[in-house]
């Protein structure tokens, strides 16, 4: 009899399984559901309750229990996700979210329990069960952090320090300007009152190697020396010390052991927009070993003011300000003004990023910096100064930016209006830069002005120090600054700075400078016969100027650029990842940009190259080093599932070269590499279709031993001029890349054939 009842009801399941569903079907499958789970039947039970659950997705309460013998069968996978529907319908039900904890912890993802079992406790604050899973997983993880410190050694946090610009500066030049002083004085007191804070390591790149080097800490001591005595220190002996071998602190295997041991951050006070591939090597040691990297920013100016910048300086420093805000960790600055700048034209690329930056004032004491120096007696300086006369001293590049015309129709202005031998000399001391040729004409054309206003490039630390002290005041203007390092001198040689009241500049000055009224001549004029002719006045000024001086000691600079650098987190890496897509539908030119204004696409050059195997940006594209470079590609959610189009176009050499072409999802390969011979001198297009559920994909381009550019040049792979993904469907966009060069609308013209042949990949 048992037998015939357990027959029928098979026959009687199958029926109402295969017949069309009906309520009577789902009744007996969602009791049949029960009573196989009461028989802990379970994984029978999660059928029967699946087959219910077709027609009737919206009954929260049978996922659940869809769930629960999933979980019970050991399908944790399956219950998690039938917990997950069940959430869909039940978003507000703290049981479900424990049940999903419960899920988690048992599959092993602790932290992502105590995420559900935190989202029950605030759905229902009595529920007791997901307070005491929190309070036994926090206890559990902790005790395994605390195991896995014990068995993994501290990393120390050491600080390298980058010093290109300064090696390649005083490779030129013997007297260091503010950019190279924050350097000495920063790294100095690194190695000194904050060696043990900061376990400094000391590198250069070097261009003809295409690596850092270490650079020895005795070897920065004799620099240091000789841009302090750099008067002093004989020619020869001073160019020896770029010469000097420094394996005296690493050998290669024990640098990079440096950088395998220890947390390191890659600190450059300098600027590094000048560097080729700076940001490859950046991102090589960051894969490598996990570094971060904090640059310093001077300041945005060719951003700020590109009219008083060469043009090719604009289009570089867009270029690699485009890159950076997705390569660093953070960045400090020299004012509160330049970080508002940098922070302004980084949420113009990314609007919902705060770029982390740190302002650090350069308010140094100079004559503190200075006193153990002798100065130069002011007899020393006549055959530079005139003769019995008294002077104003502007300490500033010669360059349109500085905006001497103002201060030399200033001085026109005196001349006119007062006599000749009462209105004092203006020196202007600094080097030539960019487009000072408006103020050298000026001064050409009127000989009684140009009696009155002396040139020099430069002179000594000591003699510097002499005119700052000598000087009747000190004058500075400019249309932009980042901080304004020669008002800080000033008062620090106690001597009045009357400043232009813009920028950061009233942050150098603070309340001790006299302002005048920026691009006003006639504001200025008024301040400069104050000052000039009211000796009474000046002297007041003088003695406020003394008393409300904001300065404080190189060692304390020091040690606020130390400690704000120490505190910056990691984060280019997730920043990456998270907002790193390539453009759909727009062909991306891998070489220099002409573009005045920073955007995500002028910095797809930098980001996208990846690896070592690069040669630097040119204006055509860029060579492969021999061998197989790398493009990453990562693809926005709009492209996942697509049926995509990849067009690649290359530059051949001198010589036919084989070129091997391989796409890689997830690190496995599309297919088997395409391979073609691009023809010496010629430009030749490639195309390829595929689909990736994934956005991580890359493109390695593997032109084998590669061949020579010529003699003394370098040996390059294969030339990439321009890549583009689009939708397979985008006919406009597959129109506009073949439309763009010259080699693919002549194939247009002489054979018709509007659209490139492409190579089907396919994932196996």
């Known amino acids: 009899m048992r037998k015939l009842l357990r027959k029928l009801r098979k026959y009687t399941e199958t029926r109402l399984l295969r017949a069309e569903p009906t309520f009577e079907t789902a009744v007996f499958l969602k009791s049949e559901g029960d009573r196989l789970r009461d028989d802990q039947r379970w994984t029978e039970a999660a059928a029967s309750y699946a087959a219910y659950l077709e027609t009737h997705a919206d009954d929260w309460p049978i996922w659940v229990q869809r769930g629960h013998c999933l979980k019970e069968a050991g399908d944790l996978t399956g219950g998690l996700a039938a917990y997950h529907q069940a959430l869909i319908h039940a978003p507000n039900d703290s049981d479900l979210q424990l049940q999903i904890g419960h899920a988690l912890k048992l599959l092993g993802q602790p932290e992502e329990a105590i995420k559900a079992y935190r989202a029950a406790l605030a759905l229902d604050e009595g529920n007791s069960d997901a307070e005491a899973e929190i309070a036994t997983l926090e206890q559990v993880l902790a005790l395994a952090k605390a195991e896995h410190q014990k068995a993994t050694p501290p990393r120390a946090t050491r600080l390298m320090f980058d010093i290109t610009d300064l090696v390649q500066y005083m490779k030129e030049w013997r007297i260091p300007t503010g950019i190279q002083r924050v350097q000495l004085n920063v790294i100095y007191h690194a190695l000194t009152a904050f060696a043990e804070r900061a376990n400094p390591i000391i590198i250069h790149f070097d261009q003809s190697l295409g690596t850092w080097l270490p650079i020895s800490q005795e070897t920065f001591f004799a620099l240091h020396d000789a841009a302090e005595s750099s008067d002093s220190v004989d020619e020869g002996d001073f160019l020896a010390l770029f010469e000097m071998p420094d394996s005296s602190l690493f050998n290669e295997a024990e640098f990079e052991q440096q950088l395998e041991d220890n947390d390191v951050i890659l600190v450059n006070l300098g600027t590094s927009w000048w560097i080729e591939n700076y940001f490859l090597k950046i991102r090589d040691l960051r894969k490598k070993y996990g570094i971060r990297y904090v640059p310093m920013i001077h300041d945005v100016i060719p951003l700020m003011m590109p009219e008083h910048c060469a043009e090719r300086l604009v289009e570089e420093f867009s270029q690699w300000f485009s890159t950076l805000v997705l390569e660093v960790d953070g960045a400090v600055t020299n004012s509160q003004w330049s970080a508002m700048d940098v922070r302004h034209h980084a949420s113009r690329l990314l609007p919902d990023f705060n770029l982390p930056v740190h302002p650090v004032a350069l308010n140094g004491d100079m004559r503190r910096y200075l006193s153990e120096r002798d100065i130069a007696p002011i007899d020393s300086l006549r055959h530079i100064l005139p003769p019995a006369a008294s002077f104003v001293l502007c300490v500033s590049t010669l360059e349109s930016r500085k905006n001497h015309v103002l201060l030399f129709k200033a001085w026109e202005s005196l001349l006119d209006k007062h006599d000749a031998a009462s209105v004092p000399f203006l020196i202007c001391l600094g080097k030539s830069g960019w487009l000072f040729e408006e103020g050298a004409e000026f001064l050409r054309s009127r000989p009684a002005l140009n009696s009155k206003i002396m040139l020099i490039s430069s002179v000594s630390d000591s003699a510097l120090e002499t005119l700052y002290r000598e000087s009747l005041f000190t004058i500075f203007n400019s249309f932009y600054e980042g901080w304004g390092l020669p008002v800080t001198e000033s008062l620090s040689y106690g001597t009045l700075p009357l400043v232009a009241c813009h920028t950061s500049l009233s942050e150098a000055g603070g309340r001790a400078a006299v302002y005048f009224r920026a691009d006003d001549v006639n504001d200025l004029v008024a301040k400069l016969e104050l000052l000039i002719f009211n000796d009474e006045r000046r002297q007041e000024l003088r003695d406020h100027a003394c008393a409300n001086a904001n300065l404080r000691e190189w060692r304390a600079v020091a040690e606020d650029f130390i400690e704000k650098i120490l505190k910056i987190e990691a984060s280019a890496s997730a920043r990456q990842e998270a907002l790193l897509r390539v453009p759909i539908g727009r062909p991306i030119h891998l070489g220099k940009s002409d573009a005045l204004i920073p955007s995500l696409d002028l910095a797809m050059a930098n980001l996208l190259r990846d690896g070592l195997n690069w040669h630097r940006l040119e204006d055509w594209g860029c060579w492969t080093a021999p061998g197989a470079a790398m493009i990453r590609l990562p693809l926005p959610d709009e492209a996942l599932g697509q049926d995509l189009l990849l067009y690649l176009r290359l530059r051949g050499t001198a010589v036919d070269t084989s070129v091997k072409i391989q796409c890689s999802i997830d690190g496995k390969p599309l297919s088997e590499p ?40 370098r040996d390059v792979g294969i030339g990439v001029t321009h890549f583009m993904i689009c939708r397979a469907d985008d006919l406009k966009a597959k129109q506009d890349f073949m439309m763009r060069f010259p080699e693919l609308q002549e194939r247009i013209r002489l054979e018709q054939d509007t659209m490139l042949k492409v190579t089907e990949l396919q994932l196996h």
């Not at 890359?698 to 031993?705: C, F, N, P, S």
């Open 674 to 713: 395409a391979q073609r011979v691009i023809g010496d001198g010629t430009r030749h297009s490639l195309g390829f279709r595929f689909r990736s559920d994934s956005r991580n994909l890359t493109l390695a381009i593997d032109a084998g031993q590669g061949s020579s550019l010529g003699p003394g040049d």
